[in-house]
Structures are given as C-alpha cells and as structure tokens.
C-alpha cells in the first residue's frame, strides 16, 4: 500500500521541480532577449513604395529595381543625383557574366556584383564619361565606354551613391541583405 501513495508524491515532485526548472529556463531567456533588445535597439525601418531594403554593413539602402531589360538599360542614366540611402538593384531572370558601363550617366556610380547569396565578386568606382557627342554614332560611343566586368556569373547588381562603398569598408566577399529569391521570381 505505501507504494502507491509514494509513486504519485514522487511524481508530484518531479513535476514541480520540472515546472520550476522550465520557469527559470523561460525567465533567463527572457532577460537575455530584453538585454539583447536594449543593447541592440529596436528600430522599426519602414520600405518607401517602390523600393527594395538592402542591408550593408549595418546601413539599411532603398533601391529602385530594375526587373527588366528595359529598366535595367536605362539604370540611373540620366541622374545627377543619387540620394545617400538610394540607388539601384539589377535582378537577372539567369545568371550570366555581366559588363555594366556608364552610358548617359551624370554622376560616378558605386556597383557591387553579387552571388546568388548576396556576397560581393566584384566591385568597382565608376567614374563619370563623357556624353555622346552630337555627331557620334550610337554604335562608337558605345564602344568607347569602359566596361565594369563581373567575371564570374552573376544574378544581381547593386548600384549606389560613390564613395559609399569605400565609406562603410565593404569588399568582395562581404554579404549584402536583401530579398534574393523574391527578387529573383519577379525579374523577367
């Protein structure tokens, strides 16, 4: 008979030392969650319509996209003016090396290549190049414009205001934040 009453009283006990262990594992979360969000900060961002987030280096950028051949074409030619937190992401339907140049633009551009995991190949300063002269063919001006290569295969391009990527020390190999398979199914 004293079995069966122990058994339960043992059981009682294993379950409220269980419940007190659980109840101080949820208490030490919980205040290494709060010191975390104190330390850390909690900023909501909020996405202008139109824009896609990007995060590099810690620094939230809201860029155009460019979805599709005719957008990515144009780019930011025609600009004089990139705001500090804007500019450009290109999304490819394919990955494919890539030459990018400085047609119609008005302003030196930074471009980032990325993988498909959002990690920097390449990158480079792209200065300013003179504009079409009104005599000259399409074609000769064309080939007259450097051209910014990726080298390997790439899906994604960022383009910034310059200096920016020499103001937050980014380099290849550095990974940039961003939406890369929603924005992979919307480029055409």
């Known amino acids: 008979m004293v079995g069966p009453v122990i058994v339960p009283h043992r059981r009682r006990a294993r379950r409220n030392r269980s419940l007190f262990v659980r109840a101080i594992v949820i208490s030490f979360i919980a205040s290494l969650t709060a010191s975390f969000i104190t330390i850390r900060g909690c900023k909501t961002v909020t996405v202008p319509e139109g824009r896609e987030q990007v995060t590099v280096a810690g620094e939230h950028f809201f860029l155009e ?42 302003t030196p551009i930074d ?21 079409q002269g009104p005599d000259e063919p399409q074609g000769d001006y064309e080939n007259r414009l450097p051209r910014y290569n990726s080298d390997f295969p790439v899906r994604y391009v960022i383009e910034v205001a310059p200096g920016t990527w020499k103001r ?21």
């Open 65 to 106: 996209p460019a979805l599709n051949e005719s957008t990515r074409i144009r780019g930011l030619g025609g600009r004089q003016t990139i705001e500090p937190t804007g500019g450009m992401v290109f999304v490819f339907a394919n990955r494919i090396p890539l030459q990018f140049v400085m047609r119609d633009c008005l």
């Open 111 to 131: 471009i980032a290549y990325l993988d498909d995991s959002g990690r920097i190949v390449r990158m480079y300063e792209m200065p300013i190049e003179d504009p």
């Open 168 to 188: 937050l020390g980014v380099k290849p190999g550095d990974q940039f934040e961003l939406d890369l398979d929603g924005l992979k199914a919307r480029a055409r």
